[in-house]
């Protein structure tokens, strides 16, 4: 998974799980790849995509609850497109400061802290449009859509988990493998 990607889902479950009044533990990364990429359609996007619109089938909103799902949902695809943007932006005031004979490190500290305030201006926005959806929900529809968080939670969890065995395993094999090449 790209550090783009991994940025985009912390962005988005961190909106939801904002909503829920639970604590996320961020994970770094940046802006989503193009299509065909782990952002594109099909991608881990695409299917936190459609586990959002499965949970708003299971919530049987009224108007009034479906007008602050679309303005949570629009406010976090806006986050998303602006943090995009602003990575764009950044990304191309490094490469133009590489051209420079000596780099300014102080000038691309400030641009990146720049760009990290207005990344996490945008997520306030997002996790706050999402946090008065959620307060207008009855016990039910709550319910319903902790229990989903709950399960994505889970999910990470075993991800991380098969993550965390395979590199214990890559690590383990890397020296046994080199002694076996060696006469």
Do not use: C
């Amino acid at each position: 998974m790209s550090t783009k990607t991994s940025r985009f889902l912390a962005v988005a479950a961190s909106s939801l799980a904002l909503s829920l009044g639970i604590a996320y533990a961020a994970q770094p990364g940046g802006a989503m790849g193009g299509p065909g990429g782990p952002g594109g359609p099909g991608g881990w996007h695409g299917h936190f995509m459609k586990e959002l619109s499965q949970l708003h089938g299971q919530l049987n909103l009224n108007a009034d609850q479906e007008k602050q799902w679309q303005a949570a949902l629009d406010t976090m695809k806006q986050t998303h497109e602006a943090e995009r943007a602003n990575h764009e932006q950044m990304k191309q005031q490094f490469k133009s400061m590489q051209q420079q004979p000596i780099l300014d490190l102080n000038a691309m500290h400030a641009a990146h802290q720049k760009i990290e305030q207005q990344d996490a201006q945008l997520r306030e926005q997002s996790a706050n449009a999402w946090l008065t959806f959620y307060n207008g929900l009855n016990d039910q529809q709550k319910t319903t859509v902790s229990t989903a968080i709950k399960q994505r939670f889970a999910k990470m969890e075993q991800r991380h988990e098969k993550m965390h065995e395979r590199w214990e395993q890559h690590r383990g094999a890397a020296p046994g493998a080199a002694s076996a090449v060696k006469p």
